[in-house]
């Protein structure tokens, strides 16, 4: 089946250890999105890309990085983890259809802990 | 500035009880309306959508009517059962942009025998 996947579903850091969280789709969508959760809150667009077009949110923190080597691929790179930055990550990816995106699926996402 | 709103919860319902959770929402431009589901644990899944007025969108016996002169994209179930407990995202994107869903703050559903 079609999806998006992330790893890892748990992930612990130190603070101020660097983390990679892992996001790949075989949906083979153009459109890859990085979403923040915090406990019973909506999710928070962090950046987007467009292909290879890199797009971030104006309040997302420097902290925050992103690198897409393919189109299947996306990574969120936390530089320096804070424990307000813990949270759970969501991956989605979408296809983009004319003017506009289709449908944006996610997928289970990855929970970080900060200790 | 483009915003969600949906009714605070916890909803808790018997089973085979009517649910109904409200969504407004205020946008720019002409949205497309979601509701999105997430179990516990779990990632976000589409439930259901309607892409511009009067539309239905309806999934697993959930159903919401796109409703733009009232802005409103309320979620319904004639008869919920214990596995819809999930907390119920509604959110917006308008058309022409490639970028985000706006989320309502979510509703959590509880379900009971």
């Known amino acids: 089946d079609a999806m998006v996947i992330q790893n890892p579903r748990y992930q612990v850091t130190q603070f101020g250890k660097p983390v990679t969280l892992s996001c790949s789709q075989t949906?083979?969508?153009?459109?890859m999105y990085w979403y923040q959760q915090k406990s019973s809150q909506a999710p928070k667009l962090l950046f987007h890309?467009?292909?290879?077009?890199?797009?971030n949110e104006a309040d997302t923190p420097d902290n925050f990085q992103s690198r897409r080597p393919n189109t299947s691929f996306c990574f969120l790179d936390i530089r320096s983890p804070g424990l307000g930055d813990a949270a759970m990550y969501l991956c989605a990816t979408s296809r983009l259809a004319g003017l506009s995106t289709d449908t944006q699926y996610f997928g289970p996402g990855t929970r970080l802990t900060v200790l | 500035g483009n915003s969600v709103t949906q009714m605070e919860g916890p909803v808790t319902l018997s089973e085979e009880a009517f649910l109904t959770i409200n969504c407004t929402y205020t946008?720019?431009?002409?949205?497309?309306l979601f509701w999105y589901v997430q179990y516990p644990g779990e990632g976000l899944q589409l439930l259901l959508k309607a892409t511009k007025a009067d539309d239905k969108g309806s999934n697993k016996g959930f159903e919401a009517t796109y409703r733009k002169e009232t802005t409103s994209f309320h979620l319904e179930k004639g008869s919920v059962q214990v596995s819809d407990s999930a907390v119920y995202f509604c959110?917006?994107?308008?058309?022409?942009?490639?970028?985000?869903?706006?989320f309502g703050t979510g509703t959590r559903l509880q379900v009971t025998l």
């Open positions: 946008a720019t431009g002409y949205p497309s």
């Open positions: 959110a917006l994107r308008l058309i022409g942009t490639a970028s985000k869903l706006t």
């Open positions: 949906l083979n969508h153009n459109v």
């Open positions: 890309y467009y292909d290879k077009d890199f797009n």
